[in-house]
């Protein structure tokens, strides 16, 4: 396959991956929406964590916007991956951190003191953070990739892939955060 | 690409990243797995004709724990209507129909070396075997396979103390799924971006066979609904193991109160038929698609209102995700909101009016070759008819009411897609064997397959609709346990009767498959004289289809007898003669 | 012995096959012509085959119909049934003869088009936008018609009236029903899941004074020509509760109250004349619940108000089982 090709043959299966992955949060946020109109439901307030980590994906998904735009005027841009990695690893600190002020909060996930509600609020989050681990991993490739100068102006279909996945995290993750401040 | 002299036996059979060996692969699978599911069918069915005797062959497959004496066990009952629906819905019609026509076609039919990522591919294959090892194993899990029905509602799947099946089984099954669904979003992402990005030359959207646009819809139908399905589940696992209330709500089981409260079942239901409905379609569309192709091949005649068959297979696929809730008319739903499905259900009898319409007029006039092909294709159009029409009967909500999960639905569905889906797949086998294998499956073995399947499958399938109007409910272990359901045994040995005749007789297809394999007679390079791409590459397989350079294409189809040529079929790498109207 | 035997003759039948098919290739070589190309004697034994086998499949749905007809249910015993037995007729007539029109195109082009002689050329028709448009237009005509006829009698069974109905509780667990009636205060006392045990079944509260002159009950008595506002519950999984005589299901699902209001129209006594001695209205769970699922039932009795008055005072109330035993 020549190189244009595959770059919208790769973008394309990415962006088709997403859509499948946005399907799998709505069913998740959609069966938030049904239970909640039933009754016995109760809000829970968010810690403030959750702000700290939107924050910080945020801040990644700038760094990859400029590792980009780095490689594209033929420097390496190692060091704004790696800036980008931190910033991921950062975020998922915060995601445990919230946890566990929701567990001093006695928010649980199961057993006495959890609900519905509280259930629901660590799924939807556990499982954000799954697909944010997977693009850490990425991240990484993309780094150790670009120290061995993989990339050149003509070719970084990598840091293109990751950096697309991460904004959709990113995006994924203020779709999700709003919901539950607005929901739960 | 097209050397393959260092192939190892491991990376040629194996590890294979050549997407006509991988169809090979879930076709093989897929056949496995019929015969397994089949199997159990035929076991249950004969407690359901002679309700409570003994008979040495339960004993022989089940052993002495689930059929003592010879006699079925109830919950070895359920267990095997579970994993018979399980296994046939989503190892047979979805993997095996999908997974083998997909791979097979989709690069030879749009003139592609191969899939857009082969590794991914091989991915799918691996993952689609691991489940199946996954969910073999489960039929040997001391407390029984998963019991709860292929729908495995909460809380009946949720709860061990409710039947047995749910402990270890469920967990199997729910892991099975698991994978089973990775493998499907894998399959079903490269397909669509294949489709999307590696047409040959001239190959444009509307020059695809309609094979493809069903494949295609079908691809994006898996990848949108899948992703539902998976965290339905997931869901389901943390009831099931960490104790959360998302389905499980004021339950008292085996003298206990559980501790769950605040969980709704119905919202399992929700999101399992929003993939379910679904899957429905992601079923039945490629037997469409390979109907469509299969019928033209053999009327010698272009199809009917190509435009009209891809605008209804695209209206059935949209339409496919909101009809759900007609599956959930009883649970109590909004009446409001059982009107609005009824409304949108029903809707989708207009465009399978118009695909049978269209068939019909395909043959109109046609020169019609009565390949085994053509009689499976023939068979389908018959099943769509008949199950399609008794879908109005469970689509209306009123009506619903007295027939909902009677044989009437179990009849319905094992007709419309069931059967149709089946059918659609014989079709292909027997069309595309020759381009497979490069070798004929034997005519005569294919006919006498045919007739016996068309008829015992009829006499299996129809007689049930009068059950479910006598109000027999499905997944009942036995109707002698009800006066009213007396009467209804003698329909029930027919039906076990045609089921059993109509399982041996798929021996002969297996049969006929593996010998021909082996020793069939040598195919020539376009059998059928059909006009698509797959035709024109070689009879032996290599890797990248194509010796040289692939083809280009310059018309579309289906240039059956198109006046002019004095050949009644046109490829499609033939260009148009001056003057020439492409269709 | 008899695995030895099997073994033997499916061995015998394998080699059988591969005989046969072997001398078919081999005639096939002599002849210089692929033994597996369709010729025209094919076509001509296949299309007349097709036209035996779908004609013969036709009229054994009709012996299906005449033969079994006498096991379908009986017409609705209930008010609303007899508007969903005629909407059925209405569907079924339709479906019925869409079923045999279409089948008789199939069955007959197929007869009448089968390639006769390589001369025999098809007749090159792609599309036709009039015809089409037709036959879109017209089913989605009598589509129209069903979907209004259907959501008519949808409306009107789901929002029967209830203000004059008399309220049963049904309550399905593993694997039975049990029927509550409100007593004199016409009242259902409250319940709470975790109060179910012992003689409580039900989970019933004792202290809510409403709950004290309930009768819980192993039957269902209705009554003929009152309306009933059955309330729904279920102990542990999901059941349905399915009464076909009267065109009546519902879920029961726990965790919450599902309904279904109806009113009877044919006592027992009548049916029992109608359809014989042995005649029993039942209830019967519809959703698959575990392992005695296919036996789950319990008798429905429609009688006279007298009969019902004379029955229901004979039930003993919850006050009198509970307290009693304590």
């Known amino acids: 396959m020549d190189l244009n090709l595959k770059n919208t043959t790769y973008k394309q299966l990415l962006w088709i991956g997403m859509a499948s992955i946005t399907l799998f949060f709505a069913g998740l946020t959609s069966a938030v929406i049904v239970r909640s109109s039933e009754s016995g439901w109760q809000d829970i307030s968010m810690p403030k964590y959750f702000w700290y980590s939107t924050l910080v994906i945020i801040l990644g998904s700038i760094f990859l916007i400029i590792s980009k735009k780095t490689v594209k005027s033929g420097k390496n841009p190692a060091d704004y991956i790696f800036l980008s990695f931190v910033c991921g690893v950062t975020f998922a600190i915060f995601q445990f951190k919230g946890w566990s002020s929701l567990v001093e909060q006695g928010k649980f996930f199961v057993g006495e003191g959890s609900s519905p509600a509280s259930s629901f609020l660590y799924v939807i989050t556990f499982a954000h953070l799954i697909h944010v681990i997977g693009g850490l991993i990425s991240i990484f490739v993309t780094y150790t990739k670009s120290v061995n100068l993989k990339y050149s102006k003509e070719n970084y279909l990598g840091i293109e892939l990751t950096s697309i996945y991460w904004h959709f995290l990113d995006i994924l993750w203020i779709y999700l955060f709003a919901f539950l401040l607005y929901i739960i | 690409m097209s050397d393959h002299h260092n192939e190892t036996f491991l990376s040629k059979y194996i590890f294979s990243l050549d997407h006509k060996m991988i169809a090979k692969q879930f076709l093989i699978t897929g056949m496995f797995m019929g015969v397994v599911g089949m199997l159990m069918s035929i076991l249950f069915r004969l407690q359901l004709s002679n309700p409570g005797e003994s008979f040495a062959v339960l004993e022989w497959f089940l052993g002495e724990k689930w059929a003592p004496g010879g006699v079925l066990d109830p919950n070895m009952y359920l267990a095997l209507v579970t994993m018979h629906g399980t296994i046939l819905i989503f190892w047979v019609l979805t993997a095996g129909l999908t997974g083998t026509f997909a791979n097979f076609l989709i690069p030879l039919q749009i003139g592609a070396r191969d899939m857009a990522s082969g590794f991914i591919n091989m991915l799918s294959y691996w993952f689609f075997f691991a489940a199946t090892v996954v969910l073999l194993t489960s039929l040997f899990v001391e407390t029984g396979p998963a019991a709860a029905g292929w729908t495995i509602y909460p809380p009946l799947s949720a709860l061990p103390q409710a039947i047995p099946g749910s402990g270890l089984g469920q967990d199997l099954w729910l892991i099975a799924m698991t994978l089973f669904i990775v493998s499907s979003l894998l399959g079903g992402l490269n397909y669509i971006v294949t489709i999307l990005n590696l047409r040959t030359k001239g190959m444009s959207m509307t020059r695809l066979p309609l094979v493809m646009w069903a494949l295609f819809i079908v691809a994006i139908l898996g990848v949108l609904s899948f992703p539902v399905l998976l965290s339905a589940s997931l869901l389901l696992v943390f009831d099931r193991t960490f104790g959360t209330s998302f389905y499980l709500s004021d339950i008292v089981i085996a003298g206990e109160a559980l501790h769950h409260t605040g969980g709704s079942p119905i919202l399992f239901e929700h999101l399992f038929w929003f993939l379910g409905h679904p899957e429905v379609y992601i079923i039945l569309l490629p037997a469409l698609g390979i109907v469509s192709e299969v019928i033209s091949v053999n009327s010698r005649k272009p199809i009917f209102g190509y435009k009209a068959m891809v605008i209804s297979l695209m209206a059935i696929a949209f339409l496919s995700f909101i009809v759900w809730g007609h599956h959930m008319f009883i649970t109590g739903m909004d009446p409001f909101l059982g009107s609005v499905f009824t409304f949108t259900t029903l809707l989708i009898a207009i465009p399978s009016a118009v695909k049978v319409f269209n068939y019909l007029a395909t043959l109109w006039r046609g020169s019609i070759r009565f390949t085994p092909a053509m009689l499976f294709a023939i068979g389908f159009v018959s099943t769509f008819i008949t199950g399609g029409l008794t879908g109005i009967v469970l689509g209306d909500s009123a009506l619903d009411i007295n027939v909902h999960d009677t044989y009437f639905v179990v009849g319905h569905f094992h007709i419309v897609m069931g059967l149709s889906a089946i059918y659609g797949m014989f079709a292909g086998v027997y069309h595309w064997f020759p381009k497979m294998y490069g070798k004929m499956m034997n005519k005569k073995l294919g006919y006498i397959h045919f007739w016996v399947t068309f008829i015992s499958a009829y006499g299996v399938f129809f007689p049930m609709h009068f059950l479910g109007l006598a109000g027999l409910p499905r997944r009942y272990y036995s109707n002698t346990a009800f006066p009213m359901f007396e009467g209804l045994t003698n329909i029930n040995e027919i039906i076990t009767f045609f089921a059993i005749v109509g399982g041996i007789v798929q021996v002969l297809f297996i049969f006929n498959f593996f010998y021909s394999i082996f020793y069939g007679t040598k195919a020539s390079k376009n059998p059928w004289g059909s006009t698509t791409l797959e035709w024109t590459t070689p009879i032996e397989r290599i890797h990248g289809n194509w010796p040289g350079e692939i083809p280009t294409v310059k018309r579309w189809a289906y240039d059956y007898s198109k006046p002019g040529y004095d050949i009644d079929f046109v490829p499609q790498t033939e260009s148009l003669k001056e003057g020439e109207e492409e269709h | ?326």
């Open chain 3, 1 to 326: 012995m008899t695995n030895v035997f099997i073994v033997v003759i499916s061995f015998l039948l394998v080699v059988t096959l591969v005989q046969l098919v072997r001398v078919g290739q081999l005639l096939g070589d002599i002849r210089k012509k692929d033994f597996n190309i369709v010729t025209e004697s094919d076509n001509k034994r296949q299309s007349f085959l097709m036209l035996i086998v779908g004609l013969t499949f036709l009229t054994s749905c009709v012996w299906q119909y005449f033969a079994w007809n006498p096991l379908l249910l009986p017409s609705a015993s209930s008010e609303h049934g007899v508007i969903i037995d005629e909407l059925m007729r209405f569907t079924m007539i339709l479906i019925i003869s869409v079923f045999f029109l279409l089948h008789l195109f199939l069955f007959y082009f197929l007869h009448k088009y089968k390639k006769s002689s390589d001369k025999h050329k098809a007749y090159y028709y792609t599309h036709n936008n009039k015809l089409e448009f037709i036959w879109t237009i017209v089913p989605a005509i009598i589509l129209t018609g069903v979907i209004l006829y259907g959501l008519n009698v949808w409306d009107r069974i789901t929002n029967a009236d209830t203000s004059e109905a008399s309220v049963i509780e049904v309550y399905g667990k593993q694997f039975g029903w049990s029927a509550r009636y409100p007593g004199e205060d016409q009242k259902l006392g409250s319940y709470d899941y975790k109060l179910v045990g012992g003689a409580n079944a039900l989970g019933i509260d004792i202290d809510d004074e409403n709950s004290l002159d309930d009768k819980v009950t192993r039957e269902l008595h209705l009554v003929e020509g009152k309306p009933v506002l059955l309330k729904l519950r279920s102990q542990d999984i999901i059941h349905s509760a399915f009464m076909p005589h009267f065109r009546v299901q519902m879920n029961c699902v726990p965790g919450m109250t599902t309904q279904f209001t109806f009113t009877p129209t044919k006592t027992t006594k009548e049916m029992k004349m109608l359809e014989g001695d042995d005649f029993e209205y039942v209830l019967l769970c519809n959703k698959i619940c575990g392992v005695a699922h296919y036996n789950m039932q319990m008798k429905v009795v429609v009688e006279t108000q007298e009969e019902y008055d004379a029955w229901l005072l004979k039930q003993n109330t919850l006050s009198e089982k509970l307290l009693t035993q304590k």
